[in-house]
């Protein structure tokens, strides 16, 4: 069973950056995601990564976040930066290890002025 402890969400105005968190209790993680999920709507892929050095962004953040991990693979982050106010949502991490996937208790970000 793995844990993860996502931190780093807040209220940020239009324009602004934020760089969440997610912590891993394990070392076998080969692949990690961050989703989103506004009210009203279904949760959606952000962006995601693998081990193997490929990662992948939705068109709505390519060239506003960037997803990077520490060298040990167990923690990792979504810097987001001009925030937008459709990117409200609470964010999730995943993570997928060992042939099961696990996620985060997710962190809310709000962009508003």
């Known amino acids: 069973q793995v844990q993860l402890v996502e931190s780093g969400g807040g209220l940020v105005q239009p324009g602004g950056s934020l760089r969440l968190s997610c912590a891993a209790t394990s070392t076998s993680i080969n692949a990690m995601a961050w989703y989103r999920q506004a009210p009203g709507k279904q949760r959606e892929l952000v962006a995601g990564?693998?081990?193997?050095?490929?990662?992948n962004y939705a068109d709505s953040v390519k060239g506003r976040f960037a997803i990077s991990t520490n060298s040990a693979w167990n923690t990792f982050y979504l810097q987001m930066s001009r925030l937008k106010p459709e990117d409200t949502a609470v964010y999730y991490c995943?993570?997928?290890?060992?042939?099961?996937?696990?996620w985060g208790q997710g962190t809310q970000v709000t962009v508003s002025s």
């Open positions: 995943k993570v997928h290890d060992r042939g099961n996937d696990y």
């Open positions: 990564a693998t081990s193997y050095g490929s990662s």
